[in-house]
């Protein structure tokens, strides 16, 4: 499900992945019907929901489901390898990240003071890495801003045994006119940075918020509720029902949130924002969900693998300590 990110010109060159790849068209997964939702997430009106400025601080606790402990809210999440049998076989409901599945999302952002065109193209691909004792399946997004490539990523993801989605990590590359600008990379294990979810096994209202990860040398201090669930939503793809909505925030940014949807059995269909702070005002709808046919995957592999050839000079000491990514 993409977010916020940001690449390099010699990853550029490799990157000719788009909405128009190679593959079968996977549909949505129910139709609509009438069902209550939140407020529509390309409404500039602010949300009352969760205001996150008068939330409890967290605690660093043990936590039970997916590191969670029942009423209580962790300032990060505990991570233990043991409940990591088979970590790349990721196929939450909500989250399902099957090597050659590759979202493309189209929405709208402001930037610079102006509202431009955004689009995201987010691949499973068939490449794994181990991060922090544990093998991870590796994804590769690209951003474009008004057509202009201005990110590429590189995220880490496994699944414990009890079907939590837990992010190890991230390598993003940000450009500008074609150009490498920065890359702020954090990985679990290195820089005191954790471990965090970025879906639980079985999302409940009411429950605590968790963290998403704890990158502190580069300020990644995400945390994520379950905000609704059983809402309908229609996009470019389809239309949904049962629709999971997750409010992501972080505590030094109040009243600023970006609200994901996901639709079971397809993974992230739409992103919306909520709060009266949050400046960027992202919106992305899901356009396209594809299986990419062998060659199409290849393409992707050798980009996803050109990124990570950039991360071993650019972050040399934390990816560079890092064993090469493996494809399946």
């Given at each position: 499900?993409?977010?916020?990110?940001?690449?390099?010109?010699?990853?550029?060159?490799?990157?000719?992945?788009?909405?128009?790849?190679?593959?079968?068209?996977?549909?949505?997964?129910?139709?609509?019907?009438?069902?209550?939702?939140?407020?529509?997430?390309?409404?500039?009106?602010?949300?009352?929901?969760?205001?996150?400025?008068?939330?409890?601080?967290?605690?660093?606790?043990?936590?039970?489901?997916?590191?969670?402990?029942?009423?209580?809210?962790?300032?990060?999440?505990?991570?233990?390898?043991?409940?990591?049998?088979?970590?790349?076989?990721?196929?939450?409901?909500?989250?399902?990240?099957?090597?050659?599945?590759?979202?493309?999302?189209?929405?709208?952002?402001?930037?610079?003071?102006?509202?431009?065109?955004?689009?995201?193209?987010?691949?499973?691909?068939?490449?794994?890495?181990?991060?922090?004792?544990?093998?991870?399946?590796?994804?590769?997004?690209?951003?474009?801003?008004?057509?202009?490539?201005?990110?590429?990523?590189?995220?880490?993801?496994?699944?414990?045994?009890?079907?939590?989605?837990?992010?190890?990590?991230?390598?993003?590359?940000?450009?500008e006119d074609g150009k490498f600008v920065e890359s702020k990379p954090w990985l679990s294990g290195f820089e005191d940075a954790k471990a965090g979810i970025t879906m639980l096994a079985d999302p409940r209202l009411a429950t605590p918020s968790y963290s998403e990860g704890l990158g502190p040398k580069v300020g990644w201090t995400?945390?994520?509720?379950?905000?609704?669930?059983?809402?309908?939503?229609?996009?470019?793809?389809?239309?949904?029902?049962?629709?999971?909505?997750?409010?992501?925030?972080?505590?030094?940014?109040?009243?600023?949130?970006?609200?994901?949807?996901?639709?079971?059995?397809?993974?992230?269909?739409?992103?919306?924002?909520?709060?009266?702070?949050?400046?960027?005002?992202?919106?992305?709808?899901?356009?396209?969900?594809?299986?990419?046919?062998?060659?199409?995957?290849?393409?992707?592999?050798?980009?996803?693998?050109?990124?990570?050839?950039?991360?071993?000079?650019?972050?040399?000491?934390?990816?560079?300590?890092?064993?090469?990514?493996?494809?399946?």
């Open positions: 499900m993409p977010g916020r990110r940001i690449i390099s010109a010699a990853a550029m060159s490799l990157c000719v992945l788009s909405s128009s790849a190679c593959g079968s068209v996977v549909g949505p997964s129910a139709t609509a019907s009438d069902s209550t939702a939140p407020a529509a997430p390309s409404s500039s009106a602010a949300s009352s929901a969760a205001p996150h400025s008068t939330a409890p601080e967290p605690t660093s606790t043990a936590t039970s489901q997916g590191g969670q402990t029942a009423g209580e809210e962790s300032l990060f999440e505990v991570f233990n390898p043991a409940n990591f049998t088979n970590p790349t076989s990721i196929d939450n409901a909500w989250l399902p990240f099957v090597p050659g599945t590759q979202w493309t999302f189209e929405g709208s952002a402001n930037v610079d003071g102006k509202r431009i065109k955004r689009r995201v193209v987010n691949t499973t691909t068939d490449l794994t890495k181990v991060i922090n004792g544990t093998r991870a399946v590796m994804n590769y997004e690209l951003d474009y801003d008004s057509g202009e490539l201005v990110e590429a990523e590189l995220a880490f993801f496994v699944q414990a045994d009890d079907g939590t989605v837990w992010h190890l990590g991230q390598y993003p590359e940000e450009y995400d945390r994520a509720r379950v905000f609704e669930i059983g809402s309908k939503t229609c996009v470019r793809a389809g239309c949904y029902t049962g629709v999971l909505v997750i409010d992501e925030f972080n505590r030094d940014e109040p009243d600023a949130h970006q609200l994901k949807y996901y639709a079971s059995g397809v993974g992230g269909v739409r992103v919306g924002w909520a709060g009266t702070n949050e400046e960027e005002q992202e919106t992305l709808e899901l356009v396209k969900v594809v299986h990419l046919d062998p060659d199409a995957l290849a393409k992707v592999r050798a980009a996803a693998l050109a990124l990570e050839a950039n991360a071993y000079v650019t972050s040399k000491d934390m990816y560079g300590k890092t064993e090469p990514a493996q494809k399946r």
